[in-house]
């Protein structure tokens, strides 16, 4: 069974960093594209970024784009967020999302999310 | 950027009802649009890819239909598990956008 779980989330102040983290399992972790989706509460789905499986592709929404970093270790079977410069604008919860085989930027799986809150 | 518009904003309909959601892109995305599911508290699930396509373990109540620029996701007839909130999204080209998704409601 695949599970992704994130971890990572929590309060930060304006101008801070974070780190996320999705722990995977359940499948061959390096044979697919990987992906943050992002909710603002109260609203709707955001992507913001995709790696792909080798991790020599990454894709950015212009929303974070110099701000975040997308990355993944295949050997630990885990994908990394690395969130700099945040804004009250980032708070939502994240999701890492798989994406389905040969596709990259479907989201095929997803975790259940942590919650990031950009507050002072 | 393609911006996905999807109506209507809030469907209300009775179990056993057909539900009918749409969504619309600016500009074409050919098939390359799939559908999702959210209830509250919990993820999104993958319901429809490429236009037409169930995921894996998707009822055969929900079908998927449209290419170019107009969309359409069908309950064919709703359970009590099917009132949840539906989002489009497309992958014909980076960034890729969700529409601003549909509730769909118990009347």
């Known amino acids: 069974e695949v599970q992704l779980v994130e971890s990572g989330g929590g309060l930060v102040q304006p101008g801070g960093s974070l780190r996320l983290s999705c722990a995977a399992s359940g499948f061959t972790f390096s044979s697919f594209a990987m992906s943050w989706v992002r909710q603002a509460p109260g609203k709707g789905l955001e992507w913001v970024s995709t790696i792909s499986d080798s991790g020599d592709k990454t894709y950015y929404a212009d929303s974070v784009k110099g701000r975040f970093t997308i990355s993944r270790d295949n050997s630990k079977n885990t994908l990394y967020f690395q969130m700099n410069s945040l804004r009250a604008e980032d708070t939502a919860v994240y999701y890492c999302?798989?994406?389905?085989?040969?596709?990259?930027?479907?989201?095929?799986?997803w975790g259940q999310g942590t919650l990031v809150t950009v507050s002072s | 950027e393609i911006v996905l518009t999807q109506s209507p904003a809030t469907l209300s309909l009775s179990p056993g009802e057909r539900a009918t959601l749409s969504c619309r892109a600016s500009?074409?995305?050919?098939?390359?649009l799939a559908w999702y599911q959210q209830k509250p508290g919990q993820p999104p699930r993958l319901l429809i890819y490429d236009a037409s396509n169930r995921a894996t373990g998707i009822p055969a109540r929900f079908s998927g239909s449209g290419s170019g620029t107009d969309f359409t996701l069908t309950i064919s007839s709703l359970e009590p598990e099917d009132f949840a909130v539906y989002y489009c999204q497309h992958r014909r080209n980076w960034p890729l956008t969700f529409g601003g998704g549909t509730k769909v409601e118990i009347k």
């Open positions: 500009q074409t995305v050919s098939f390359y």
């Open positions: 999302a798989k994406a389905p085989p040969i596709v990259v930027s479907t989201f095929e799986c």
